[in-house]
Structures are given as C-alpha cells and as structure tokens.
C-alpha cells in the first residue's frame, strides 16, 4: 500500500466548468476526509466518510459540492460551475475507525479556475 | 468552535540549532488532542508528533518534542539538531475525539526554513 493517492495533482479548468477528483485512501481505512487549503492559510474541513456515509459537511460545501464514496472505497469530489474563488489544493486524508486519531494525507489536487 | 493559532507565518534556523515552533488554541472542551504537522515542499503532510490533553507528559518523537501548557492553552514544537529535510510548512492542528468524525482544525502554518 502506497498510501493516500489523489488524482488528478494538477487541474485547470475554466470558469463555469464541472471538475472531479478522485482519492483513493488507504485499503483498511474506514474515515475518509476532504479538506481545502488556500494560499497563507491551513486546511479547511470540508467533509467526512465514515465507510459510504457521508456524516458531516462542512458550511463550506456550497451547493456546487458533492462527494460521494460508493462501496466506502475510494471517494470523488466534483465541483460544479467553478468560480474563481474554488481555485485552492483539494486534499484527501484517511484513518482507521477504531480510535485512530493519526490522519494520513495525499498529496492533494491543486485546482487553478482561469 | 475552536480555534487555532500560529502566530509566526515564517522562521528559520541554521543547521543543527534548535528551533521553537508557537502554537495556541481556544477551545471549551477537556478531552482532545493536539498535533504538528509537517507538510514539505511539493509532498503529502506527515504526522510529526501528538499530544492527549489528558496526560501531562508532553510529548517526544526523536528530535521532536511539544511544551504542552493546558492551562495557558499552548503547544509549542522545538525541534532539535535542524536538518535541512525539516525544511517545511508546519500546521498545529486541534481535535475533538468522540463520536465519528474526527476532523483536524488547523492553525495557518509556519514556514521553517533550515540554513545550511
């Protein structure tokens, strides 16, 4: 296992266009996360699996977001109708459900909305 | 809500000194757990270390170690003998156990830069 693996690294898209990303999170990993950094500023929470559910989204998650995780495997993130203002690095974490409180990481998708 | 604080956006150190990392954060609960972060250039953020708010040791992983301040509300990170792989942004980050999501609440980072 290679760990938290996110595709794609690099996406640029027009305004007004709908993106998708994939993460796929480490094989015995039940809690999946979906964060968003900005320039100058650390990750924002964004939304929680647990397995398939979808437990918790953040205030951030407009209207625009959707995530899913079907089968509780990897996960997709699309963005619909970008606005400038989405451009940020998308990044996926991954833990164990059993009281695991060590998050592991991806190396994220940086967005860039021209 | 909480909230967390790193209040030096960049800092640097020579090879092999020793560097001290702020963090503080707000919160009402008792029970949770504070960590630092590391995330290089170009690469995955990484665990560098963790702290349960219940016990009073604070925390040592090899060159890296925490000053937990329950009271103060402050979790600093000193790294010892600086290599130039430290080299990295460095988030503080706060969570809530319980329940199922255990989410991070991130400070805005710190960019450490190790000197040759």
């Known amino acids: 296992d290679t760990g938290v693996s996110q595709n794609p690294r690099h996406k640029i898209t027009k305004r007004g266009q709908n993106v998708t990303f994939r993460c796929d999170p480490i094989s015995e990993h039940n809690r999946l996360y979906w964060y968003r950094q900005t320039l100058g500023q650390g990750p924002e929470f964004l939304t929680y699996?647990?397995?398939?559910?979808?437990?918790?989204k953040s205030r951030l998650l407009s209207d625009r977001f959707s995530a899913e995780r079907p089968k509780g495997s990897f996960s997709t993130l699309e963005i619909q109708r970008t606005e400038q203002g989405d451009s940020a690095m998308y990044l996926c974490?991954?833990?164990?459900?059993?009281?695991?409180?060590?998050?592991?990481f991806g190396q994220g998708t940086r967005l860039t909305v021209v | 809500a909480q909230t967390v604080t790193q209040s030096q956006p960049e800092m640097s150190v020579q090879e092999a000194e020793t560097v001290t990392l702020s963090c503080t954060y707000d919160t009402s609960e008792n029970n949770y757990y504070l960590f630092w972060y590391k995330q290089p250039p170009s690469r995955q953020m990484i665990l560098v270390i963790r702290q349960e708010a219940y016990k009073q040791q604070n925390a040592t992983e090899n060159r890296f170690s925490v000053n937990f301040q329950k009271a103060a509300k402050s979790f600093s990170l000193k790294i010892s003998d600086s290599q130039l792989g430290d080299t990295a942004m460095y988030f503080c980050?706060?969570?809530?156990?319980?329940?199922?999501?255990?989410?991070?609440?991130f400070g805005k980072g710190t960019l450490l830069t190790v000197n040759p």
């Open positions: 980050a706060f969570m809530k156990p319980g329940g199922s999501n255990y989410k991070l609440t």
């Open positions: 974490a991954s833990s164990f459900n059993s009281g695991g409180t060590e998050a592991f």
């Open positions: 699996f647990q397995n398939e559910a979808q437990l918790e």
